[in-house]
C-alpha cells in the first residue's frame, strides 16, 4: 500500500533554513506528481507547492515563492522541500502528498505530516 | 491566490443529507473541472474523497457525491452517519498553474 513519511521538521529561527523529506513507497513514485500542503495549528489547508512525475515542472504558492524550493529524487524514492527565511508564518504541519493517477490536480495519498515550528 | 469560500460549520442529524458549498471564481472552480474534496477527522491527515468535480475514489461510500454550478462546487452527504464529523475541504486548480483549498467546513452529526 502507499506510504509517504515526512520528516525533518523542528523548532527553527526566524530567517534560518529547514529542510523536509518525504519518503515514499507502495507505488512507482517516478510517475505521479507531488505536493506540499500546509496547514497552521487550528487553521485550514494551505497548498504550498507542486512538481510534476520528472521534476521538470515546479509550481509555489505566492506566499513561499521565492523563499521555499520543491524537489524530488526519483532514484530514491524520496521528495523534498527546502525552506529559506522561515517566518512565524509559516509555522505548521506540512503534508507531503500524492498525486492521482487521473491526473495530480488530486491529492489521493497525504503522509501524517511533520511538524515545523518557526519561533526565536 | 484567494482561499475559496466555504461555510463554517454545517449540521444535520443522521440519516439526513447536508450540502457544503465552495464558491470560487472564474480562475478556478469556473474554469476547470478539476475539483477535488477532503474529509479531515480530528487530529488525522486529509483523505480525497471526490476528485473531478463528481467522481468517487474506490472505497468512498456513494453517500458522497459531488456537482458544480458556475463557479460554486457542491458537496452533498446523503444518509450522514456520526463517523461522517469531520473538516471537510475543497480545492481547485488555477489558471496560475497553483492549487487553492477553501478555508474548510466543520461538519456536526448532532
Known amino acids: 500500500q502507499v506510504q509517504l513519511v515526512e520528516s525533518g521538521g523542528g523548532v527553527v529561527q526566524p530567517g534560518r533554513s529547514l529542510r523536509l523529506s518525504c519518503a515514499a513507497s507502495?507505488?512507482?513514485?517516478?510517475?505521479?506528481?507531488m505536493h506540499w500542503v500546509r496547514q497552521a495549528p487550528g487553521k485550514g489547508l494551505e497548498w504550498v507547492a507542486a512538481t510534476s512525475s520528472d521534476g521538470s515542472s515546479k509550481y509555489y504558492a505566492d506566499s513561499v515563492k521565492g523563499r521555499f524550493t520543491i524537489s524530488r529524487d526519483n532514484s530514491k524514492n524520496t521528495l523534498s522541500l527546502l525552506m529559506n527565511s522561515l517566518r512565524g508564518a509559516d509555522t505548521a504541519v506540512y503534508y507531503c502528498a500524492k498525486g492521482h493517477s487521473g491526473g495530480w490536480y488530486y491529492l489521493d495519498n497525504w503522509g501524517q505530516g511533520t511538524l515545523v515550528t518557526v519561533s526565536s | 491566490q484567494s482561499a475559496l469560500t466555504q461555510p463554517p460549520s454545517v449540521s444535520g442529524s443522521p440519516g439526513q443529507s447536508v450540502t457544503i458549498s465552495c464558491t470560487g471564481t472564474s480562475s478556478d472552480v469556473g474554469s476547470y473541472n478539476r475539483v477535488s474534496w477532503y474529509q479531515q477527522p480530528p487530529g488525522t491527515a486529509p483523505k480525497l474523497m471526490i476528485y473531478?468535480?463528481?467522481n468517487r475514489p474506490s472505497g468512498v461510500p456513494d453517500r458522497f457525491s459531488g456537482s458544480k454550478s458556475g463557479n460554486t462546487a457542491s458537496l452533498t452527504i446523503s444518509g450522514l452517519q456520526a463517523e461522517d464529523e469531520a473538516d471537510y475541504y475543497c480545492s481547485s486548480y488555477t489558471s496560475n498553474r497553483t492549487w487553492v483549498f477553501g478555508g474548510g467546513t466543520k461538519l456536526t452529526v448532532l
Open positions: 473531478e468535480v463528481s
Open positions: 507502495g507505488f512507482t513514485f517516478s510517475t505521479y506528481g
